[in-house]
């Protein structure tokens, strides 16, 4: 059996798709013990299957993955990470300390996909070179460093990435035409992503339509932000001082947060009912789908969709097209379903032409045909650039080696770059090279974090932690990845170094030893650099 396998990991579930290329057929795959299914349209179809993006540390039974941890009861478990997509690709610090050590969700969500692509690769004949991975756009380099390191720890040398709306877009289930443009708003757990995308005719080698990315933006926003909103109301409202600083009434709250969010997405008014395990008195904590449409202004939840909509129509507009050109409003993802937020974009573009696509496996179905098809015509999303110290303000400036909307794969290298010694005999030689997220939001200067003991608190964003965000170091554990042997003579020009953008969005450079005359590195990519030096 050949074909692709798509895994979308997401900040509440992970869904895996296989692209059957002998029946070209595509399913979702089921691994035993750790894996839920459901309908989540509604209607008499096969049921869709995905595992609960969660892991549990068990100092007595191991570890739990997915609905391990659901079945075992271990929601509430100070060893349960959740939301751990979101605490990656925005490089939060916060770690628990379970027994001896501390965990991080960097570790804890390595463990995760570790597992899950193994058992993935057991239950199917496919090469481990056909797999393709999603990727959020407002956070595609570090989270791409992030898919390397579990790759490499598993063996798997070969995949290819694809960022999360423009898989929607194929798998989104319409009548797609040549030519045909269309704004795609994929909004779950973690992350609101936007694009706008078109169709161009089948190539040469007889392929299905393929798909140019015209314009795309994205915000760290998404239902575990509403989860946070409702959870501090409720602290607000119905915590009493004594009740503020116990840890697993808190740790059930978020769980009931996340549960009446789902629940006010198809009826009028959900309820909290908690049971204080100390008293065993309960509290109770009402909220109408109209108050929680208050709540949700109050905190500027729908400026930011709007917002992000607005700068992916611009990045579109460069390329000449205007929201008169768009065919249709493509809406996937958990919370899209959330009928406020439907509404505003109906009053955006009008309702004819909003479609929604309730499908939990929009995504990866999407990236898997799109894998098959190898089609696809893309454009990188933020600025990459090398950092210097200016010698009159002796302050760090950023040279851009590769501008934001670079068409890849790139056919001539987009930049080149000569190095030189700082001193008589230099051996390592080497250059910062940084993801500049310069559209990028940060609406909200507080997040939820869990302390050592598993505690959710609120903790405001620091200045220099959303610099950190902004300006993001691609080789930070190895920026000397150069080695010149003989040693460099000062003043000589000794390496030469070529950037360009491969098929998987990933910067790659060439690099050559002007003296000895040798490649040292050839189409590598940057985010590499850091796994060799661990």
């Known amino acids: 059996m050949t074909g692709f396998m798509a895994l979308d990991f997401g900040t509440s579930n992970t869904i895996i798709t296989y692209h059957d290329d002998s029946t070209e057929e595509s399913s979702t795959l089921h691994i035993p013990l750790i894996s839920r299914s459901e309908n989540s349209q509604g209607e008499d179809v096969d049921k869709i299957c995905f595992i609960p993006s969660l892991i549990n540390y068990s100092p007595n039974y191991g570890i739990f993955y997915g609905n391990q941890v659901i079945e075992q009861n271990l929601l509430n478990n100070k060893g349960t990470f959740r939301w751990i997509k979101r605490y990656i690709s925005n490089q939060n610090p916060s770690r628990i300390k379970l027994g001896n050590r501390y965990i991080d969700h960097l570790e804890a969500g390595t463990e995760f ?42 063996g798997m040398d070969h995949y290819r990435l694809m960022d999360e709306p423009t898989a929607a877009a194929q798998g989104f289930g319409v009548n797609i035409q040549n030519n045909d443009v269309y704004l795609v708003i994929d909004f779950g757990g973690g992350t609101l992503d936007v694009s706008v995308v078109q169709t161009h005719e089948e190539n040469s080698s007889n392929q299905g339509p393929g798909c140019r990315v015209l314009g795309k933006s994205g915000e760290y926003i998404g239902g575990m932000d509403i989860d946070q909103y409702i959870f501090r109301e409720i602290l607000k409202q119905s915590f009493s001082e004594d009740k503020q600083g116990k840890e697993q009434l808190k740790q059930t709250l978020l769980w009931e947060c996340e549960r009446a969010k789902k629940e006010l997405s198809f009826h009028k008014h959900a309820e909290i009912c908690l049971t204080d395990p100390d008293t065993e008195m309960e509290i109770e904590f009402q909220i109408s789908r109209m108050e929680f449409e208050e709540l949700l202004e109050d905190n500027n939840f729908y400026t930011i969709i709007s917002q992000t909509i607005m700068r992916a129509l611009s990045v579109s507009r460069e390329y000449g097209y205007s929201t008169n050109d768009l065919n249709a409003v493509l809406m996937v993802g958990g919370s899209a379903q959330i009928p406020s937020v439907q509404k505003l974009v109906k009053n955006i573009f009008g309702k004819d032409k909003v479609r929604f696509n309730g499908s939990m496996d929009a995504v990866s179905r999407g990236a898997a045909l799109f894998a098959a098809e190898d089609n696809l015509h893309n454009h990188i999303q933020y600025d990459y650039a090398i950092r210097h110290v200016n010698p009159v303000t002796n302050q760090y400036e950023y040279d851009v080696i590769v501008k934001k909307g670079t068409t890849y794969p790139t056919e001539t290298p987009a930049r080149k770059l000569r190095l030189k010694p700082s001193y008589r005999g230099q051996t390592h030689l080497g250059i910062p090279i940084y993801q500049i997220k310069t559209e990028h939001n940060f609406h909200d200067t507080s997040e939820i974090i869990f302390d050592p003991l598993e505690c959710p608190r609120i903790v405001n964003v620091l200045e220099d932690e959303i610099k950190n965000r902004t300006y993001f170091q691609v080789n930070k554990r190895n920026p000397t990845f150069l080695t010149a042997d003989p040693p460099a003579d000062l003043g000589e020009a000794r390496f030469e170094l070529y950037f360009n953008v491969n098929q998987d969005s990933e910067l790659v450079f060439t690099a050559v030893d002007l003296k000895t005359q040798k490649v040292v590195y050839r189409d590598y990519p940057i985010v590499k650099l850091d796994m060799s030096h661990m």
């Open 113 to 154: 996909l570790s597992y899950v692509l193994v058992n993935a690769g057991k239950r199917l004949d496919s090469s481990k070179g056909n797999v393709i991975f999603t990727v959020p756009v407002e956070s595609f380099e570090n989270y791409s460093r992030w898919i390397s390191t579990v790759t490499h720890r598993i």
